[in-house]
């Protein structure tokens, strides 16, 4: 039914896109905008009989619009799309949730659970650019994993033989194994960030938000 839609806008030679029943039409000024607005939705409601929802058809400038989740900015290149805030936000949360420490499962099963979030949401958002909120994202989900990493060592012994395995000199990984439980102070330090690297997660199978992103961004446009 709604190719019937498309048919009368192309008829009234008006750039637009649609997905399913979400759909934007561009048009050059405010008061093109409110007519525009005005005869389609009319159009709509007589020639095919749907109502459509006032809450969720407005008018707006491109840099306020989300569509599928994507946001959009305009370069020296011109207009961009990227994931929208709030999607970004939505995707942190994921990984926040995944990331909590009284979550009681092995280090593997996590990892595959995180990896599982960032595949999706990156090859969703892959023709968008986001190397900037990914970076962002990559650190931060180190971070959480080095203080997971921490947590289940449990105790000192554990610690100081956890960081002495990945390099940590005897007298370092013994100073350093007493910290406790301050995980702001955990994922801070310089000795265990040093001693638990992004090479290292990988290696353990962690995806990088970032690198995974890259070259899906890549691949897509090539």
């Not at 569509?67 to 995707?91: C, I, M, N, T």
């Not at 990559?138 to 990493?149: F, K």
């Not at 801070?188 to 992103?213: C, F, H, M, Q």
Request: charge should be positive.
């Amino acid at each position: 039914m709604l190719n019937e839609l498309d048919k009368e806008l192309e008829r009234r030679e008006l750039r637009f896109t649609r997905y399913a029943d979400d759909c934007v039409i561009v048009v050059k000024s405010e008061a093109a905008a409110k007519r525009v607005m005005y005869t389609v939705t009319s159009w709509i409601e007589r020639k095919l009989g749907l109502k459509v929802n006032a809450t969720k058809t407005h008018i707006t400038k491109p840099t306020k619009i989300k569509y599928l989740g994507f946001g959009f900015w305009k370069s020296k290149e011109g207009w961009r799309a990227r994931p929208h805030q709030d999607s970004v936000a939505k995707y942190k949360r994921k990984i926040k949730k995944l990331c909590k420490r009284s979550w009681s499962v092995s280090l593997t099963h996590r990892i595959e659970k995180l990896n599982a979030v960032t595949r999706g949401w990156s090859n969703y958002f892959a023709l968008g650019d986001m190397k900037t909120a990914m970076t962002k994202v990559d650190e931060h989900l180190r971070v959480q994993t080095i203080v997971i990493i921490w947590k289940q060592w449990k105790v000192p012994k554990k610690r100081e033989w956890g960081l002495r395995k990945l390099g940590v000199s005897p007298n370092m990984a013994h100073k350093v194994s007493g910290m406790g439980n301050r995980y702001i102070a955990v994922a801070n330090n310089r000795t265990i960030k040093w001693a638990i690297t992004k090479e290292k997660l990988t290696k353990r199978g962690l995806v990088s938000p970032l690198d995974y992103y890259l070259n899906q961004h890549t691949l897509k446009l090539n």
